[in-house]
């Protein structure tokens, strides 16, 4: 079985200070992981993917996340927070195979000025 | 290029009536995802089509939802008849890769939010 789990619903950071988004998955198989973005009314937009090459992936934005296979692990972070960075971030696995991709519940991050 | 589409951008209905909702995906993507994010929980699979072809229906929740994608281009998702618990927002997605994988990315539309009273 393969699930997601974002540590945290909600997070506020000021502009300018760094932001971190906890994703932690469990998968049977080598995952492939991402990091998706919605804006209001948007569709999600991929900010990054792990697919097994290089452990720190660098997405979109500034955006990058390190792969930790011992920590099981996906956490996206961002030097410096920009007020556009303000929207809902989901993390995703793909496990391969004819799995389907589980999407982890969602995190709202709010960037106060 | 235009991205994935998705029509209406909300819907408001009552139990007991019919909705369609409608996804055109990225011209020559064969594969084409239904996803249903119902509020406070993850967004969940419901469908893949390879073309035309349902490759994988499993998160359908029950035969009130059909599916169609005819002629391998925009898919349609008809709800009927619709009860409460239906109500969030139904998401399609779209890829180029031949084999369904995931890893090449899947585009998606804005979603479409539907409310069942």
């Known amino acids: 079985a393969q699930s997601v789990t974002q540590l945290d619903s909600h997070v506020s950071v000021s502009e300018g200070t760094p932001v971190l988004l906890r994703c932690n998955y469990s998968?049977?198989?080598?995952?492939?992981l991402f990091w998706y973005v919605q804006h209001p009314n948007k569709g999600l937009q991929l900010l990054l993917k792990?697919?097994?090459?290089?452990?720190l992936v660098k997405g979109i934005n500034g955006f990058e996340a390190e792969f930790k296979k011992s920590e099981t692990s996906f956490h996206l972070t961002k030097p410096s927070a920009h007020m556009s960075d303000a929207a809902e971030y989901f993390c995703?696995?793909?496990?391969?195979?004819?799995?389907?991709?589980?999407f982890g519940t969602g995190t709202k991050l709010q960037v106060i000025p | 290029e235009a991205g994935v589409t998705q029509f209406p951008s909300h819907s408001v209905i009552e139990k007991g009536q019919t909705v369609t909702l409608r996804c055109d995906p990225i011209?020559?993507?064969?594969?084409l995802y239904w996803y249903r994010r119902v509020m406070g929980k993850e967004i969940k699979f419901l469908l893949h089509?390879?073309?035309?072809?349902?490759?994988?229906e499993s998160g359908m929740p029950n035969n009130r939802f059909l599916a169609e994608r005819t002629g391998g281009t925009y898919s349609t998702l008809k709800v009927q008849p619709a009860e409460l618990e239906d109500s969030g927002v139904y998401f399609c997605?779209?890829?180029?890769?031949?084999?369904?994988?995931?890893?090449?990315?899947?585009?998606f539309g804005p979603g479409t939010r539907l409310t069942v009273l």
């Open positions: 089509f390879v073309k035309e072809s349902k490759q994988d």
């Open positions: 011209s020559g993507h064969d594969n």
């Open positions: 792990y697919t097994s090459a290089a452990t």
């Open positions: 997605a779209s890829s180029q890769d031949r084999y369904g994988r995931a890893y090449n990315e899947q585009f």
């Open positions: 998968s049977s198989y080598s995952p492939s």
């Open positions: 995703v696995l793909d496990s391969g195979g004819y799995q389907k991709v589980t």
